[in-house]
């Protein structure tokens, strides 16, 4: 399934040089000027590439550090149960709406719709202590009498409240106001969130169940090294109030704008990564630990500038001429 995933992204971007769907209420695009910071770090436990066949090994594609930062279209699979842990530089706090997003590989199949999707689905927990997590109620319509295979698309509206469900570079939201009522969780402090893949059989022994205890049928087995959820990253759209702050008396400097040649970067932080998109998102080009970048051989043009730096992000249009 994975494989098939790569190869009709690919195709997505390239028959389709802007987004030419709309996502539901309840996603993000990667650029939106809401989300004000991603995660920083993340530690992955991972599942077998198939939890009925553990002689075949565990999934092992990508680093837990392609997490880390703003999506950029390299993930960590988790496997058949698999779990993710993702740290920020400041708490995450309850705010009006959504107040995170996670974002995975899924992509809607023809990309011309926003109903089936080739997706693989994750339950997720935030935490206030780093010890005791608490799980959004995950709720699935899914039919359970015949078991969606690994290649399949499903209709993605029948999954509530859990992760992959939204195409490319739109991420699931998620609202902590949902877990009000939880006494031992502070909803104004999350300092961390879990991510644990959905096992989408139907089988008992091996199937992962909703807050009904309804088994979630989804796309399975995807016995590959890349099997499981694909864990892209974590965008944080509110903050408390330190990380607000911080956020907005951070600069970053870019110039000249426009330029034919060189661009450079002024931060008075380390820059972890520097990249060129083009305005409907598709990465252009990419350079890590640098200060400056050529864009000489840019066509002439306007592009989107993206400066990761101390765990934030920074964005601005820039010409080229």
Not at 221 to 243: K, R, Y
Not at 267 to 280: A, E, F, G, N, T
Request: hydrophobic share 40%; glycine share 8%; charged share 15%.
């Amino acid at each position: 399934m994975i494989l098939m995933k790569i190869l009709i992204k690919i195709l997505v971007l390239i028959c389709i040089p802007i987004v030419s769907f709309s996502q539901n209420e309840n996603s993000i695009h990667y650029l939106s000027s809401e989300i004000l910071t991603w995660a920083t770090y993340c530690e992955v436990e991972r599942g077998f590439m198939d939890i009925s066949n553990p002689d075949l090994g565990y999934a092992s594609a990508g680093e837990p550090e392609n997490a880390n930062g703003i999506y950029d279209g390299s993930t960590v699979s988790l496997g058949d149960g698999g779990v993710a842990v993702l740290r920020f530089e400041n708490a995450i706090r309850n705010g009006v709406g959504a107040d995170f997003a996670v974002f995975e590989n899924s992509f809607f199949s023809p990309p011309t719709q926003t109903t089936f999707a080739f997706c693989e689905l994750a339950f997720v927990e935030v935490s206030s202590d780093g010890e005791n997590f608490y799980r959004f109620p995950s709720v699935s319509e899914q039919q359970t009498d015949e078991q969606i295979n690994g290649f399949a698309t499903v209709d993605v509206g029948l999954y509530h409240n859990l992760a992959g469900v939204h195409s490319l570079e739109y991420g699931t939201l998620f609202d902590l106001d949902e877990l009000n009522d939880i006494d031992q969780l502070n909803i104004d402090s999350i300092t961390h969130v879990k991510i644990i893949d959905v096992v989408g059989s139907i089988d008992p022994q091996f199937g992962s169940v909703d807050s009904n205890g309804v088994l979630i049928n989804d796309p399975y087995p995807t016995a590959w090294e890349s099997g499981g959820f694909d864990l892209d990253a974590v965008a944080v759209i509110n903050q408390n109030a330190n990380a607000i702050e911080e956020i907005s008396s951070y600069s970053i400097k870019v110039y000249p704008n426009p330029s034919n040649n060189w661009l450079f970067i002024e931060s008075i932080y380390h820059v972890d990564k520097i990249q060129i998109l083009s305005l409907s998102g598709q990465l252009i080009m990419k350079v890590v630990n640098a200060n400056s970048l050529n864009i000489s051989e840019l066509a002439n043009g306007v592009y989107v500038l993206q400066v990761i730096s101390h765990g934030d992000c920074f964005i601005e249009k820039i010409i080229k001429y």
